[in-house]
Structures are given as structure tokens and as C-alpha cells.
């Protein structure tokens, strides 16, 4: 099974700041990664699919990149509605798996 | 509007059987690819299992803790998908959620909690 490590598992950050969340996997994905945001008590919310296509809706200030086994997410200028935890989820091969997950906090 | 209801959610005692349900609308459901995803209180999320398409062959995949306990089907003639949760443990207590396998569209919740 492919294992999701993301990095760091909390991150403290100011309005207006650029952050960088990092997920690497266990063995080679190609491309198939999405990134999730997900807010106290609410479903999780798409961001990014096949690892840097922006889902439909999604502010361009995301963007994501990497392939393989090394990914990155980035948040340029942070909003207050930003502040969210935010998860990588591998689809290359079954079971399909989630980071653990980085908690992205006001400072 | 795409819309994904779950249901079913309740407390369990370790080793009972509970059914969820996930009614779908505003899409073809028939032809969509549908997953179950749980989330424990507190923690990350964690993928359960996924059902294909009946023109895809409807199979299943499941994740190790939940495989052989677990089931996943699908009614299309009521846009509905189920999960089967049987042996429930304490270690099931989750968040349950349904979702389109693109992860498009996700349901709001149900939670399971299984203790005596």
C-alpha cells in the first residue's frame, strides 16, 4: 500500500503570507494526487486534482506541483477564509490514501 | 445541484451491524463511480472503499482495516449507495461520508459511534 506523509502537520501563518505544504509518497504516483480543504465540522472541499489542475470555483491563489513522489501545495497571499486544515490524497493505486493532514493556523 | 444525503449513522455496540445509506441526486448516478471516506473525532480523513460502475463492472476496493467487514453496494434504480458495516469495533467510531470518486461532491456526514 502507498503511504501519504505530509509536512508539517501545523503551520502558523499571517494574512497576506505565502505557504508551501509538502506531501510525499511511499513509491512513484505519477501524477495522481489531489489536494483537499477541509473546515471544522464540514465535508472536505476539492482544491486540486492530477496534482496542478485547479478545480472549477477554486481561487487562483492555490496551485500545486510535483510528480512522482514529491508534492507541494501553495497558498499565495493567505485570506482569513484560508485557515483550514488541508489534506493530499494519492488515487494512482488502490487503496487510494490520505495524508495525515497539515493544520494551517492563524498566527 | 448535485447532492449527496448520507444516513444510518448511529450508536452501535462492538461487534453489531449498522447500514448507511448515501441518496444521490442532480447527477447520473448510474454511470458515476462512488466512494466512502470516514473521518474519526479529531483525526484525518481516511479512505474506506469504493464501488464502480455497473458498466464498469461494479467491483469494489476497500482499505485494509475495514476489508472483509465491510461492503459496498449500490441501488441505481433509487440513486442510492450503501455501506454494510459489520464486526464494528471501536476503532470504526468516524464521521462517514459519501463521495463522487473524483471528489467533486461529497455528502455532509453521518456519524457511527461504536461503544457499549
Known amino acids: 500500500d502507498i503511504q501519504m506523509t505530509q509536512s508539517p502537520s501545523t503551520l502558523s501563518a499571517s494574512v497576506g503570507d505565502r505557504v508551501t505544504i509538502t506531501c510525499r509518497a511511499s513509491q512513484s504516483i505519477n501524477i495522481w494526487l489531489a489536494w483537499y480543504q477541509q473546515k471544522p465540522g464540514k465535508a472536505p472541499n476539492l482544491l486540486i486534482y492530477?496534482?496542478?489542475s485547479l478545480e472549477s470555483g477554486v481561487p487562483s491563489r492555490f496551485s500545486g506541483s510535483g510528480s512522482g513522489t514529491e508534492f507541494t501545495l501553495t497558498i499565495n497571499s493567505l485570506q482569513p477564509d484560508d485557515f483550514a486544515a488541508y489534506y493530499c490524497?494519492?488515487?494512482?493505486?488502490?487503496?487510494?490514501?490520505f495524508g495525515q493532514g497539515t493544520k494551517l493556523e492563524i498566527k | 445541484e448535485v447532492q449527496l444525503v448520507e444516513s444510518g449513522g448511529g450508536l452501535v455496540k462492538p461487534g453489531g451491524s449498522l447500514r448507511l445509506s448515501c441518496a444521490a441526486s442532480?447527477?447520473?448516478?448510474?454511470?458515476?463511480?462512488m466512494s466512502w471516506v470516514r473521518q474519526a473525532p479529531g483525526k484525518g480523513l481516511e479512505w474506506v472503499g469504493r464501488i464502480k460502475s455497473k458498466t464498469d463492472g461494479g467491483t469494489t476496493d476497500y482499505a485494509a482495516p475495514v476489508k472483509g467487514r465491510f461492503s459496498i453496494s449500490r441501488d441505481d434504480s433509487k440513486n442510492t449507495l450503501i455501506l454494510q458495516m459489520n464486526s464494528l469495533r471501536a476503532e470504526d467510531t468516524a464521521v462517514y461520508y459519501c463521495?463522487?470518486?473524483?471528489?467533486?461532491?461529497w455528502g455532509q456526514g453521518t456519524l457511527v459511534t461504536v461503544s457499549s
Open positions: 490524497q494519492q488515487y494512482n493505486s488502490y487503496p487510494f490514501s
Open positions: 492530477k496534482a496542478s
Open positions: 463521495a463522487t470518486d473524483d471528489g467533486r461532491h
Open positions: 442532480g447527477f447520473t448516478f448510474s454511470v458515476a463511480w
